[in-house]
């Protein structure tokens, strides 16, 4: 009779050790998910950021050559891209990086807060609207226009 006991209690155990990892695989998945999601959305905003920059769009998808145009952009050298290798450095480098990147734009400092806490809906403002960065303006201005 205790041998029948104890395959039932070691049943329950793992009913409920499989409904724990269970819920660990959703967890995980759906984090990995939104990750996804956001990844695919800041892509496609670095895509046509860098368009008008006048790089080709690809380059977005590279993990470190974005970082790289990125830099060449706000910073005048792609090379500090490196400084983003230093732990806490990198983090205040970062955002340095994106008050750049909004004042090219000719964004204010409040939309820099917008970048660095949301940046998928903050890139996509910049990726579609109106605004061109000082570069490429000065780029397609016809020279002698203003003076």
């Not at 006991?5 to 793992?14: E, K, R, S």
């Amino acid at each position: 009779m205790d041998h029948i006991v104890n395959m039932a209690q070691t049943g329950v155990q793992t009913a409920q050790q499989t409904d724990s990892v269970d819920w660990a695989g959703v967890v995980i998945g759906t984090y990995f998910g939104v990750l996804l999601v956001l990844y695919v959305i800041r892509c496609i905003a670095l895509w046509k950021i860098f368009g008008k920059y006048g790089e080709p769009g690809w380059v977005a998808l590279v993990p470190v050559m974005n970082t790289f145009i990125l830099c060449k952009h706000t910073w005048g050298s792609g090379w500090y891209m490196f400084i983003t290798l230093v732990r806490i450095v990198g983090d205040i480098f970062t955002v340095i990086t994106m008050y750049k990147l909004a004042k090219s734009f000719g964004k204010s400092g409040a939309f820099t807060l917008g970048i660095i806490f949301l940046q998928p809906v903050f890139l996509m403002i910049l990726a579609f609207g109106k605004d061109m960065p000082e570069s490429a303006v000065e780029k397609h201005t016809p020279t002698g226009y203003y003076g």
